[in-house]
């Protein structure tokens, strides 16, 4: 039997120059939480290349080298998270999905749809390729396959059918904490469409209590899109927009807020859910936001709503009226998340 302190882990999770995902969030987090319970852990990250080169990105992952750390120990196990980086080989070895490439499962349609004919054909052949070496992957090349979500257990399902078992990810190990309810509404994302971020801006044009003000953090393509929208709709002394921001900053934000606006569209998981809850504050998503749903019906730490802007800025009113809301709704939202601990989640990744 080889003990905790002995048991070499490598947490493995692909990755693009200059671009930090929540991806990288949890499997950072994940490599404290193994060190913190006397696991010899570390992350390694692994190619994912741009788009139409995932083959060979596929294939360097196959062919690293990974049972061996640079002083010849054995490595025990391995935990991947997202494509390809399962394509790893280790006879021990444990997925916690994050995703597969999305544009070729649940976002092909809108893929297709930027495509002319040729670009149908070759991405079509491309779709078929990846999704049958996922398929191939995910049910032989991994000892235990988790899904970070019921969102992406039912990819799984309806795409390959391959089955899983749903494990939440805690929210990372940060200085999480309260201080106040103040009249603001707070996002933390990376600003790409995806995430909807929009979707506040235009709430705000509806909200009717004029002391309610709203605080976006982040930085990405659509920032530019972003500003422009704040100004044409007349909100910059409502919407103020953050793109530089560090740790301190965003649980600072976190800490005050009112609530906590995060509908992203079909998320896979969406860490931002749980890092609202240990803060004691509710999420306010909406019906087609994946990840962050499931957190709110197990909870009901928050509202799930229409993606109508009218619709939310009903909401928004209704919380910034009522703070001993906001305050129940936190601290229902935190009594759930308080049970998803590391401790607990490292006892599932490790193989016996």
């Known amino acids: 039997m080889i003990g905790m302190e002995n048991k070499r882990i490598v947490v493995i999770t692909s990755d693009v120059p200059f671009v930090e995902g929540g991806h990288l969030t949890i499997a950072r987090s994940t490599v404290q939480a193994l060190n913190d319970c006397g696991y010899q852990a570390d992350l390694v990250l ?113 795409w390959g059918n391959i089955l899983s078992e749903v494990l939440y990810p805690p929210p990372p190990q940060k200085n999480y904490h309260t201080e106040s309810y103040e009249n603001f509404i707070f996002t933390v994302s990376r600003l790409q469409w995806l995430k909807r971020v929009d979707l506040l801006v235009e709430a705000f044009m509806h909200v009717k209590n004029r002391d309610l003000k709203a605080v976006i953090i982040g930085d990405g393509p659509e920032k530019k899109t972003l500003i422009e929208k704040i100004k044409d709709c007349g909100l910059e002394g409502r919407v103020q927009l953050i793109d530089k921001s560090d740790e301190i900053s965003v649980l600072s934000h976190y800490a005050r807020c009112r609530a906590v606006f995060f509908a992203p569209i079909r998320e896979d998981y969406g860490f931002v859910t749980g890092e609202a809850f240990a803060s004691k504050k509710a999420v306010i998503t909406t019906e087609d936001s994946g990840g962050p749903v499931e957190l709110l019906k197990l909870s009901r730490g928050g509202y799930i709503l229409p993606p109508d802007p009218e619709k939310i800025a009903e909401k928004f009113d209704t919380i910034a009226e009522d703070e001993n809301l906001a305050v129940k709704l936190g601290h229902l939202g935190f009594d759930f998340i308080s049970k998803i601990t590391w401790e607990d989640t490292v006892k599932k990744l490790i193989i016996v």
């Open 46 to 158: 692994t190619p994912q290349n741009r788009f139409g080169r995932q083959i060979r990105a596929y294939l360097a992952n196959r062919f690293c080298d990974i049972e061996e750390d640079g002083l010849g120990r054995k490595i025990h196990q391995v935990v991947t998270f997202r494509f390809p980086s399962y394509a790893v080989h280790h006879p021990q070895h444990v997925c916690w999905l994050n995703h597969r490439m999305r544009e070729y499962y649940d976002l092909w349609n809108h893929l297709a749809s930027q495509l002319g004919a040729k670009g149908k054909i070759k991405e079509g052949l491309r779709k078929r390729i990846i999704r049958t070496i996922d398929t191939y992957l995910l049910k032989h090349n991994v000892t235990k396959l988790y899904a970070q979500s019921e969102t992406i257990q039912a990819r799984l399902k309806r």
